[in-house]
């Protein structure tokens, strides 16, 4: 059975709103102040309310600090030390409560995640340095131009295989990546298949991050179905309005459809 997996922060308003949907999955987006002080004692109740009631939660690490997009290959030392500090923070939280949490090696591309062997080689050592010190508990995420994509030819070869790094896998930035193509998607979610522990589900029209929901992008979700039915996804949509998910449900009843 298709589970109902839905995202969001740790904002009352937000969380009241998903659980009134019963879901089988949550996953957290944080925030750069999401792991301090008190904010990080409101995540850890969080995590602790929603694992009681039986929902499978994942994390999702800041995606930006100071309001530019974090990257692994530090442009600034500043972000670099939030980086690896909160990376710490997240394995810490993660391996008390028994859960994973989603990163991105670089969310956009910038001079330092271009595709080219010394970002390449740089982004591995970095990896490296991360998973040295957290384990198993994070889950990388593809994001749509750069190293760290389905954009670049070299990314399971050079990246993925060597390092076996567990994956998020978002459908939606690999059919950009892929200038809207279903053949090459489905192509590389199989040979991906034993790396993928989790899928962002959402769809586009494979020109741009539009965030649409299922049935109103140019993706194939037939194929890609029975993968959903062996790993915990989330919908992952843009919505018009954070604290009603109801176009995350809406998704979900449009992937129930090919059950029936």
Known sequence: MLKLGLKCSCQPEQLNDRLKYSPDIVELHLYEDDLFG????????TISMLTKKGIQVFLHHPTKYHGSYLNINHEREEDYLFYHLTSRILAEICLTYSIKC????HYIVTDASAVNKENTDKIVK???KIISYTGDVFLWENSINGVFTAQN???YD????PLNLPLAYDISHAFISFKGDNDLLIKQIIQLDSH?????VV???GKRHDGLPLG????DWKPIIPYLLTRPYIYEIVLKDRTDASEMVESHNYLLGFMS
């Not at 989603?102 to 090696?105: A, D, R, S, T, Y």
């Not at 109103?216 to 993706?219: K, Q």
Request: aromatic share 8%; net charge negative; proline share 6%.
């Open 38 to 45: 008190a904010k990080r004692q409101q995540l850890e109740n």
């Open 102 to 105: 989603v990163i991105h090696p």
């Open 126 to 128: 970095e990896i490296q």
């Open 153 to 155: 030819p070299n990314w």
């Open 158 to 161: 050079d990246v993925v295989k």
């Open 196 to 200: 993928i522990q989790y899928f962002h």
């Open 203 to 205: 769809d586009s029209e």
């Open 216 to 219: 109103e992008g140019s993706i």
